[in-house]
């Protein structure tokens, strides 16, 4: 008896999941209501099943979220009676910050960046699950499974611990606390795949269906509330689009389609020619960006 | 890794992706490194295949050319090594100090390739990376030959469990092609392999930076038969090594989330289990069945090695994380004494006498080194001796544990032979450990040979042959133990034989008498004969007051370590005197016997017995039975391997 490669990366989350309930004192899943949260989701699930999560779920909110992501958030969070725990940075509402009036580096860093490790720092946690893979983005790539940070969480990647087999060294010093990666072996295709065998929910933005758009430096911005400010010469469009990834919507690109199921979204992203990330403003700003912005705590 | 070039039209069928889906499904995995000294072009190789496998997208090949030409090395031309290295420090400085993974597949097989470090000090990142590798594929710079990290890596890989390599003589183009190069370093690593437990090398010439032989063999170098670098990898058979272990799930968390549901869940490291299989728990030994078995949200009635499932027993049994559950009838051992292999991967040297946590999968322990035996010069391979292990070295190295595992040998499972090293007070890994053997059964002893002997004659007798050496006053119940354990042991198809004191004073030693001398003689010639019964596959034993313990060193002695069971068969005087079965102790007191155990001569209680029974507080059933579990938990019971 051999079990496929799927069920492989399924068992080895699974494993992961297990270790850090029985070795750590305070974990946490952190929430971000996209597709690889969903999976995720399912294989913790799974892993503690029938006993329900054995740790909270967090999602730290920027406020500029898409709305349909928030439904959902609500609708996941009461199907599995999960301890769902939403965190927004106040120091960011106090100073209206924004994507749109502070541009994308400061809305990441205060309400994103600066969010988790308030929340992080407020609820005492200290491991963290995230749903980070390999193949995104080279600086991932080199990240190990247990992924630790300092007190003040920050990650130094020139001296991370050997991980040997599937064996982790959880111990750690009080304040220091470590990410885990429970997806770091999954490819995009692995987790569509994974989401069609096992039937597993996603936010309806991820199918296509006609939306209110504006094109901005080339890129397809969906006008998800009145915050949104036209600027000279844009003009709202009502297109059929979707969303290949997911976060603050003035930061998140939407691409043409006509993809309304599962299968019709799979056989696009096959003959895709352009890079998941591609769609998220954060990366493009220089090649060690993800690094830099790890390093200083970023998930 | 997502865009498939036989999947460019835009149009398919739902039915098409859904064959398409099974098909991704059923593939399989293989894990391979690329390792090798520094510059042998390890990130341009996987840049390369990453490129020709036409597997990356067009924004990732835009930004690659344009990085190319602002930090490349390579002129004008893609610089593949960007690709992978993806720290700032490494494209700067154009090393590779952690090891990177990347996804790509073929038409057969998914791969996840472990890009690991050249240099010397990263030596610990490359281990990493080789930890959970099927295969290797060694990089050797065609300019320069074998270097100290071609040996390393070699010896790592080798050490790591890794049967298949490949050595890729890369940089080919900068040699003109030339044959006689490729022989030269091939047979410069034929004599050092000689050394090594590698399953299957295969040499290859290639040029990464140019692409020969990497997705087809390479017209540039005609005079090379064999396969290209991807349909070789596409061909390694990794199918599992050793399928002869029987289950094995050591317990990483038990579920309990009320009162009525207790759940073990683990990961399965070897063999199938199946509702209602007779299983045990160890190192408590504590036995049940399976009742059922969840595996995701679904009860199913079987499950196979590689699978995270949660099993309910039928038994309230003692069980909790670290502890294994194995199939009843193929059970593991379990030991606290190991001599293992370490990779040692710390600045402070590891020290033998200092007390380290060691991990294994499901349990941390307090672990010491009793004995660094030697550290291995991997140049050469030879042993060295040695006081310390110091940052990137491998020695070989006795280990003791706080208290018993069950485990296997490194050899039979990755899972289960493997340990990581923690340093108490920093909390870093400092090290890797690969168990050889136990220090204290007869498994490190390898009986390969066809011939019939002790082990063969053991075999058939499915049991491991052993002496058991009952001493203890006279009147404290030995023969009466040792009676009622040979009942046990033969209602259980075991085969035994009883030396009796009194009995084999009748025949074998009738000429002796009670000097010092005769009394050593005595119990030479009981020893002897224990050692050829033992020979002849049987489990021997022998009861005898043996009140000195320099006669039960002797006896000790005359056999294997680890086949000599010393039992104390304790009892006070009084209470011997009191059961005084022959009626001696009455004798004695009267006088009529001199030199009487206990009464005028003295008892020398053993101080390293195997087994103690004391028969003032259990009966003689109980004491039976602990020997039982003695000789099941140190696996007397079943058939050596």
Not at chain 1, 160 to 184: A, C, D, H, M
Not at chain 2, 190 to 215: H, M, Q, R, V
Not at chain 2, 296 to 308: F, H, I, M, P, Q
Request: charged share 25%; net charge negative.
């Amino acid at each position: 008896m051999n079990i496929s490669h799927l069920r492989r990366l399924e068992a080895e989350s699974i494993q992961i999941f297990r270790e850090v309930a029985a070795e750590c004192e305070n974990p946490v899943f952190l929430y971000s209501i996209g597709k690889d949260s969903s999976v995720m989701l399912e294989l913790a699930l799974k892993a503690f099943y029938p006993a329900p999560l054995p740790f909270p779920v967090l999602h730290v909110d920027t406020t500029w979220k898409f709305r349909e992501m928030i439904e959902f958030r609500e609708h996941v969070a009461q199907k599995y009676s999960l301890d769902m725990r939403v965190h927004i940075n106040p120091d960011g509402i106090e100073q209206n910050i924004g994507p749109i009036t502070h541009g994308s580096a400061v809305h990441t860093d205060v309400m994103k960046t600066q969010g988790l490790k308030q929340a992080l720092d407020y609820y005492q946690f200290d491991a963290a699950f995230g749903g980070a893979r390999r193949d995104e983005e080279k600086s991932r790539a080199k990240e190990r499974v247990f992924s630790f940070r300092t007190d003040k969480h920050s990650w130094d990647p020139k001296n991370q611990r050997p991980e040997l087999w599937s064996i982790y060294n959880t111990r750690i010093k009080k304040g220091e606390s470590i990410r885990v990666f429970p997806l770091s072996n999954w490819t995009e295709l692995d987790i569509w795949q994974y989401i069609k065998l096992e039937n597993i929910e996603l936010v309806s933005l991820y199918f296509a269906k006609k939306r209110p758009v504006v094109e901005r430096d080339g890129m397809l911005i969906m006008v998800d509330d009145e915050r949104f400010q036209l600027a000279d010469g844009e003009k709202v469009q009502n297109r059929k689009v979707r969303f290949r990834t997911l976060g603050c919507y003035p930061l998140t690109a939407a691409i043409d389609s006509d993809a309304e199921d599962l299968n019709s979204v799979i056989q696009e992203m096959l003959v895709a020619r352009t890079s998941e990330r591609e769609g998220r403003l954060i990366d493009t700003d220089s090649s060690a960006s993800m690094e830099k912005k790890k390093q200083e705590g970023y998930f | 890794m997502a865009a498939t070039d036989q999947y460019e039209k835009k149009q398919q069928s739902s039915a098409e992706l859904d064959s398409y889906v099974e098909a991704q499904e059923n593939k399989s995995l293989l894990r391979f490194i690329t390792c090798g000294s520094v510059d042998d072009g390890k990130s341009t190789l996987i840049g390369r295949l990453l490129y020709d496998s036409k597997l990356l997208y067009e924004d990732q090949v835009e930004s690659l050319k344009a990085e190319s030409k602002r930090i490349g090395t390579q002129g004008d031309e893609i610089d593949f090594a960007l690709l992978v290295d993806g720290l700032a420090a490494e494209r700067e400085q154009g090393i590779t100090i952690d090891v990177a993974y990347r996804f790509f597949s073929t038409e057969h097989r998914k791969y996840i390739v472990a890009d690991t470090p050249g240099h010397v000090q990263y030596t610990r990142n490359m281990a990493t990376g080789a930890s959970t590798a099927d295969a290797a594929v060694i990089l050797v710079d065609a300019r320069h030959g074998l270097q100290t990290q071609t040996y390393r890596h070699s010896f790592i890989v080798s050490l790591l469990g890794i049967k298949h390599v490949i050595i890729a003589i890369n940089k080919m183009d900068l040699v003109n092609y030339d044959e006689s190069v490729f022989n030269e370093i091939r047979a410069d690593y034929e004599t050092f392999s000689d050394k090594l437990a590698f399953k299957e090398i295969t040499y290859l010439p290639i040029s990464a930076l140019k692409g020969d032989n990497i997705t087809e063999s390479s017209t540039n170098m005609a005079w090379h038969k064999g396969a290209a670098l991807l349909p070789l990898l596409d061909k390694i058979d990794c199918a599992e090594e050793d399928l002869s272990l029987g289950f094995r799930m050591p317990v990483q968390l038990v579920n309990r989330p009320n009162l009525d549901f207790r759940g073990f869940c683990g990961t399965i490291s070897s063999g199938e289990v199946s509702v209602g299989d007779e299983v045990v728990v160890l190192p408590n030994i504590s036995a049940s069945k399976i009742s059922n078995i969840i595996c995701g949200r679904n009860n199913v009635s079987t499950a196979c090695a590689g699978e995270a499932i949660t099993l309910e027993l039928e038994d309230e049994v003692d069980c909790s994380r670290g502890n294994m559950i194995t199939a009843k009838n193929a059970r593991c051992e379990i030991s606290d004494q190991f001599q293992v292999n370490v990779i040692w991967m710390s600045e402070s040297p590891l020290l033998p006498g200092r007390s380290y946590f060691i991990k294994t999968g499901t349990q941390t322990l307090a672990g010491v080194f009793t004995a660094l035996k030697h550290k291995v010069n991997v140049n050469t391979l030879e042993n060295e001796p040695a006081s310390s292990l110091e940052l990137n070295e491998v020695g070989i190295v006795n280990l003791g544990l706080d208290k018993p595992i069950a485990y296997e040998v490194y050899d039979k499972s990755r899972d289960l032979g493997s340990f990581v090293i923690i340093d108490r007070i920093t909390n870093e890994t400092i090290g890797a450990g690969m168990i050889n053997f136990s220090l204290r059964r007869a498994g490190n002893i390898h009986w390969h040979t066809p011939d019939i002997d002790a082990a063969a004659r053991a075999l058939i007798k499915q049991q491991r042959p052993a002496a058991l050496w009952f001493t203890g006053l006279s009147g404290s119940g030995k023969s009466t133990v040792a009676n009622l354990l040979e009942k046990k042991l033969h209602a259980r198809g075991k085969h035994t034989y009883t030396l009796d004191g009194d009995n084999v004073r009748h025949g074998l030693t009738k000429d002796l008498g009670f000097t010092d001398a005769d009394r050593v003689e005595n119990i030479r010639r009981v020893g002897e004969v224990s050692k050829l019964m033992i020979d002849a596959g049987l489990l021997v034993l022998s009861a005898f007051i043996s009140p000195f313990r320099s006669e039960r060193q002797l006896a000790r002695e005359l056999l294997n370590a680890d086949q000599f069971i010393e039992i104390y068969v304790k009892a006070s005087v009084e209470t011997c005197e009191k059961r005084d079965p022959k009626g001696l102790y009455a004798k004695a007191r009267r006088g009529e016997i001199k030199h009487f155990t206990g009464i005028d001569s003295g008892y020398e209680e053993p101080a390293n017995a195997e087994l103690i029974l004391d028969t003032d507080k259990y009966s003689a059933e109980q004491c039976a039975e602990q020997i039982i579990v003695y000789l099941e938990q140190q696996g007397f019971l079943n058939a050596d391997d």
